[in-house]
């Protein structure tokens, strides 16, 4: 099993940035993938942007060139730098990973994103 915590979520104004964190901690050695989804009210989960312990890290287009997603293998945290954020970021952020074969599946409980004046 896998448990992630996410932080970082609030208020913010367009144009503005926030970064969110995740922490995994559990069976860390088996995570391949982590990353981050989105839900707006109304709407369904989206991908925002994935990064493998490798490093290789892929984006939605809608978030490409205004966030960055890193990964520090050794204290198991994935970052996602959110910059230039707009009313339609606001979402919950959910922080996500995947495990190597059978590719088993964990999720945070979400942090929620508010872009507003």
């Known amino acids: 099993q896998v448990q992630l915590v996410e932080s970082g979520g609030g208020l913010v104004q367009p144009g503005g940035s926030l970064r969110l964190s995740c922490a995994a901690s559990?069976?860390?050695?088996?995570?391949?993938?982590m990353g981050w989804f989105r839900q707006a009210p109304g709407k369904e989960r989206e991908l925002v942007a994935t990064?493998?312990?490798?490093?290789?890290?892929h984006y939605a287009s809608s978030v490409k060139d205004r966030f960055t997603i890193s990964i520090d293998n050794a204290k198991n945290t994935v970052w996602l730098q959110m910059n230039s954020l707009k009313p339609e970021d606001t979402a919950v952020y959910y922080c996500?990973?995947?495990?190597?074969?059978?590719?088993?599946?964990?999720w945070g409980q979400g942090t929620l994103v508010t872009v507003s004046s």
């Open positions: 996500y990973a995947v495990t190597r074969p059978p590719g088993l599946e964990f």
């Open positions: 559990g069976s860390v050695f088996s995570i391949n993938v």
């Open positions: 990064v493998s312990k490798g490093g290789l890290s």
